[in-house]
């Protein structure tokens, strides 16, 4: 068993690893948003699945070896929220401009 100490680490591992999952499907978002097709978005979600568990998976082994614990699941949860209400205003912004060309 490993030391109580590390627990903060790796929480904020986890908490960064949400905030890249987030800022991924911020960007699909975009290409989404882009093509507004629904076969697109299907195809977009299937390629993100994966993606964001390979991120999961990825993050958790830097942080402790892989053992799947609670609060670093929701920890991740709480990276990818922060991200996603912080900067989904301005992918918003950025994929009007681009609908408007």
Known sequence: MRDVTAQPFEAL???HGGAVAGLIYL???LARDRVQKRWFTHLC???YAPILFA????YLFLANY????GFLLA???V???AMYVLFSPI???ISQKIRKK
């Open 66 to 69: 892989g053992t799947v614990r």
């Open 75 to 77: 920890t991740f949860t």
């Open 55 to 58: 991120i999961l998976a990825g």
């Open 13 to 15: 591992l986890l908490f």
């Open 45 to 47: 979600d299937a390629i």
């Open 91 to 93: 992918f918003t912004r």
């Open 79 to 81: 990276g990818f929220a």
């Open 27 to 29: 960007l699909f978002r």
